[in-house]
Structure formats: structure tokens, C-alpha cells
């Protein structure tokens, strides 16, 4: 059995604490690796590592900063193949959507290629007389990123390339349950060139994840996760003095009005319901289908789900992959077997479901349930697995008071042709991401990603101007050249422009 230790300064760092955890593959249901889960202490040493390092890092010309950035994205473009293997083998996603999560986190390796455009900072001369005031913003210091299971590349990839370009220095605790590709672009970026202690990785759970909350050198965190955890997170850091962002769950709801086209919106609904087998925080989980068309929708809907082709990510036939462990699976199965009795429509069950060959493989089927309403636990819990909801409304104003009455608000969309209509929910739904006939509206890098509500924590969103608002801080320097023949005198008053 493989075992996977830590990146610390620069270099492999073998296990410690003793203490490993189990790294499946979610197709085969073998466990072909142990990763090593971090003792207070080696965090310790990842966080001296990135504060040594921050010394020079920080000083480090934005020049030779984005030489570097250059090369790690050519670096990443080579090898965008074998990190997206990595990803199938301990994720269990196909292979094109995980060269689809390769790309998506190297658009922040692109913008954070261009981060000179923006640290120009502002200048205003002359504000007072012979008075220049320009402001700049500068690095924070060492930042922890804690990332989830389900885009072990791109996640961290939203993070440690625009917080390195900012100038600071990054320890990342990525899931334990698949942590190769994660560690795997550490690798990347120290042959890369990237000066060591710059990037750190400590694999771990818990234990290593409250060290780096409260460690009197993690000037910030970035965390992507679950609500609860990201609530925890918040809490806990913020005690301790430090920046937060902390992405957390969704239930993201697809409004389609009856004048959609309703092929193109079942479509997009099993696209993004039924993709990397729902486990996506942009996944599509409840279609909310207005009058009298919903009948239709969901027999279309209905017909889709029945034909895709579900097996080992690595096999390129295969559309939809495994879910990430055992348990995740059956507890995803519960939610379909427990509809009918609250009252839901099971229109398709995926819950009795084997890929031969894979009889151990973490496999579910898709599942359709129609008629759910909330109350329902399908309707009020993340399910997190290929099980979307199809909730009825008479009208536009109950589909809009439906949706805006979710604890979460990450992203959501309308099918529509009516312009005006779209216009509205742009404007009235309560969510941080829109699409308007775009079912999973993941901002492209140099625009910001991030919910409302109760799927984000924190201030600012993450990667695009969020990003570097994040990863820095302000500085206002007013700067005045007396003239030899005026020296102002003495003036107690409170300054003021002249
Ligand atoms: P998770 O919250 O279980 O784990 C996320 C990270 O937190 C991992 O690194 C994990 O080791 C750590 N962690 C877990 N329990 C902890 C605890 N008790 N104390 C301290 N740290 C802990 O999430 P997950 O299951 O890995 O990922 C799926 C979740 O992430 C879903 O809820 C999904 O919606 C969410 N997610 C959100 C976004 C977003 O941008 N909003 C993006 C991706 C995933």
C-alpha cells in the first residue's frame, strides 16, 4: 500500500504522528493508500516553513512572481492528464469532467498570472499642497487553505496561485479523502521553480485543521466544505484573529418557466443534477417546474435519467462515476428509499444499482423524485449524491418565494425565453450565483465565486477581485516634501486640506 506524507518546505515530509487514514478507490472499493494525518507539530513545521519563507517571498520582485506563474500553468497544461487520473483514482469522477475541474482551476493560475494589473495600486498627487497620498495593498503572511473532497484540484487551485501572487505564503490541509491530486500540484510547483516553504502541504483531519485555526502565524483562511464545518471554521478562526472565508453547502435550485424549451431544460437539468454524480456545490438539486408543462419536464427528465451510462471513471463509455465512500453512498440511497413515505414521487430509483465487475464499487443509480415539497428531508437536506427533486409551482411569484426561502444560496438559474422574466430573477432571487439557461454558473477566474446565506461565511468571495481583496490588505501612505522656505510651523489643529 502506498503511503502519502506531507510537502514541507519544498520537499517530501514523511509521517510523524503515526496516525494514517484510508484512501479509496471509490470504483473498486480497494484502499490503495494510507495518507498520514498531521500531528500539531507537523502542522507547526509546515507553518514555520511558509514563515520563514514569507520573509522573502514577500520582498520577492512581482516580476520573478509571475515568471514563476507562467511556468506553473505551462507545467500544469503538460500535465493536465495525469492530475485528472489522480482525481478519477481517489474521487471516482470520469475523466473528462476531472480534465473539466484541471482547467477550471487553472483559469486562477492565469489570472494570478496578471496579478501586476492588480497590485498597480492608486496615486493622488497633490492632494494638499505639496501632498501626495497613494494607497497599496500589501501581503497578509502565511494563509492555511482547507479544502473539500469533491474537486480536490481545483479547489486549492481557487486558492494558494492568487494568494502566492499577492506575495503571501500558503500551508493547504486538503480532504483526507483524496489528497493525491492536491499534493501532486505542490510537486508540480517546486519543479516548477517555486522557491521552497512558499507552498505547504499537511495532509490530516481535525487535529490538523484546529492547529492551523488557531496558530498565533496563520494570518488568514480560505476553507471550502460542508455548512456546519464552515460555520465552525468562521467561528473558531475569527476568535483567533484571522481572516475567514469559508464556502460552504448548497441546494440549488433550476426555476423553469412554462415558455422554456423544455428539450434544452431536461437537458441541462440531468447535466447538472446527474454530473460527477451530484457532488458538486453547483449541482442542479431541485428543478422547480412552473404550471401545467411540469408533467412533460419530468417525463423528459425521466427518459434521460433512464439512459446514462454509469461505471468506473477511467472507462471513457461511462457519463457518471461512484460516489466517494461507502457510507456517503448509502446514506445518499436513504434520502430515495424514504421519499414515498413522506409523500414524494419516486419516478426513477437508482437506489438498487451494481456495475459487474464493480460489485464493490461505491455505484448508486440516478433518481428522480417528483412532487417533493419542503418539509421533505430529500427537499431540505444536502443530499450530495445523483438524486434530484422536482418541486411543483402554479406560478412565477411561488417559484421565487419557494427559492428564496432556502437556508442556502449558492447558485441557481431560470429556463425561460422571456427576457423580462429572466430580468426579474436576476434581480430578486437570493443567491450569489445566477444563470439565466446556463444550469451551473461557475464564474469564469477573473469574476468572483461565492453563495449567500448559508453557503458562504465571511465577507468576500472567492478568486477574481475577491480573491486579491482577500489575500490583502490596504495601505494609505500620504507623503509631503516640505518646501526649505515653509515650514508650516507649529499648528496643533487637526489636519486639513489647504
Ligand atoms: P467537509 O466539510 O466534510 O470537509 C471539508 C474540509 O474540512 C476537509 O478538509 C475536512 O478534512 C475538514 N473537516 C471535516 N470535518 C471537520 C471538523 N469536524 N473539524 C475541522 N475540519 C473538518 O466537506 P466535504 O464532504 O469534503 O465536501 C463536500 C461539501 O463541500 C458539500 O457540502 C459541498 O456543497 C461543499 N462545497 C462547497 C463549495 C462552495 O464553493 N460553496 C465548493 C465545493 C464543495
Redesign the pocket.
Known amino acids: 500500500m502506498k503511503t502519502l506524507g506531507h510537502w514541507i518546505d519544498g520537499k517530501a515530509a514523511e509521517s510523524t504522528s503515526g496516525s494514517f487514514g484510508p484512501v479509496y478507490n471509490p470504483a473498486t472499493g480497494e484502499q490503495p493508500t494510507r495518507v498520514s494525518l498531521a500531528s500539531v507539530e507537523e502542522v507547526d513545521a509546515a507553518v514555520a516553513a511558509a514563515r520563514e519563507a514569507y520573509t522573502t517571498w514577500s520582498q520577492t520582485s512581482l516580476a520573478q512572481r509571475t515568471a514563476f506563474l507562467f511556468r506553473y500553468r505551462e507545467l500544469l497544461d503538460a500535465r493536465r492528464d495525469e492530475i485528472a487520473a489522480l482525481i478519477t483514482a481517489e474521487h471516482g469522477k470520469v475523466h473528462s469532467d476531472a480534465l473539466g475541474e484541471v482547467a477550471r482551476g487553472m483559469e486562477i493560475v492565469e489570472l494570478a498570472c496578471g496579478i501586476t494589473e492588480k497590485l498597480k495600486g492608486e496615486l493622488s498627487t497633490q492632494v494638499s499642497t505639496r501632498v501626495d497620498v497613494s494607497s497599496i495593498r500589501q501581503p497578509l503572511g502565511v494563509v492555511a487553505g482547507?479544502?473539500?473532497?469533491?474537486?480536490p484540484a481545483m479547489?486549492p487551485m481557487w486558492m494558494f496561485p492568487l494568494a502566492i501572487a499577492c506575495g503571501n505564503t500558503f500551508v493547504l490541509?486538503?480532504?483526507?479523502?483524496d489528497p493525491s491530486a492536491s499534493y501532486r500540484l505542490a510537486e508540480l510547483a517546486a519543479e516548477a521553480g517555486l522557491a521552497q516553504g512558499v507552498l505547504n502541504v499537511v495532509n490530516g483531519?481535525?487535529i490538523a485543521?484546529?492547529r492551523l485555526l488557531t496558530h498565533p502565524d496563520v494570518a488568514a483562511v480560505s476553507f471550502?466544505?460542508?455548512?456546519p464545518?464552515a460555520q465552525?471554521i468562521q467561528a473558531e478562526a475569527t476568535a483567533h484573529g484571522k481572516r475567514v472565508q469559508a464556502?460552504?453547502?448548497?441546494k440549488n435550485h433550476m426555476l423553469v418557466l412554462p415558455d422554456a424549451d423544455l428539450d434544452h431544460a431536461a437537458d441541462n437539468a440531468i447535466n447538472a443534477a446527474y454530473g460527477s454524480a451530484g457532488e458538486r456545490?453547483m449541482a442542479v438539486s431541485v428543478v422547480v417546474a412552473v404550471g401545467a408543462m411540469g408533467d412533460t419536464l419530468v417525463d423528459k427528465i425521466a427518459e434521460r435519467a433512464r439512459t446514462l451510462r454509469i461505471g468506473p471513471g477511467d472507462d471513457p463509455a461511462s457519463e457518471m462515476g461512484p460516489l466517494i465512500t461507502r457510507e456517503h453512498r448509502d446514506k445518499v440511497n436513504s434520502y430515495v428509499t424514504g421519499a414515498a413515505d413522506q409523500g414524494a414521487q419516486v419516478v426513477v430509483d437508482g437506489t438498487d444499482f451494481t456495475v459487474e465487475g464493480h460489485e464493490s464499487g461505491f455505484f448508486t443509480g440516478v433518481s428522480l423524485l417528483d412532487k417533493v415539497r419542503p418539509g421533505m428531508d430529500a427537499y431540505e437536506d444536502?443530499i450530495?449524491g445523483p438524486v434530484l427533486c422536482v418541486v411543483r409551482a402554479e406560478t412565477y411569484d411561488e417559484a421565487i418565494a419557494l427559492i428564496n426561502s432556502s437556508k442556502w444560496g449558492?447558485g441557481t438559474a431560470i429556463f425561460t425565453r422571456d427576457g423580462g422574466a429572466a430580468r426579474r430573477f436576476q434581480l430578486e432571487v437570493e443567491a450569489g450565483m445566477v444563470g439565466v439557461n446556463v444550469p451551473i454558473p461557475v464564474p469564469v477566474g477573473y469574476h468572483s465565486?461565492g453563495?449567500w446565506k448559508q453557503?458562504l461565511f465571511g465577507d468576500l468571495h472567492i478568486y477574481g477581485n475577491d480573491g486579491v481583496q482577500f489575500y490583502t490588505r490596504g495601505k494609505v501612505i500620504t507623503t509631503r516634501w516640505p518646501d526649505p522656505a515653509d515650514s508650516g510651523g507649529i499648528n496643533l489643529g487637526f489636519p486639513t486640506s489647504s
Do not use: M, Q, R
Open positions: 482547507i479544502t473539500p473532497f469533491n474537486f479547489v490541509k486538503p480532504s483526507e479523502k483531519d481535525k485543521v484546529d471550502v466544505g460542508s455548512t464545518i465552525y464556502l460552504a453547502g448548497a456545490c444536502e450530495f449558492n465565486f453563495g453557503s
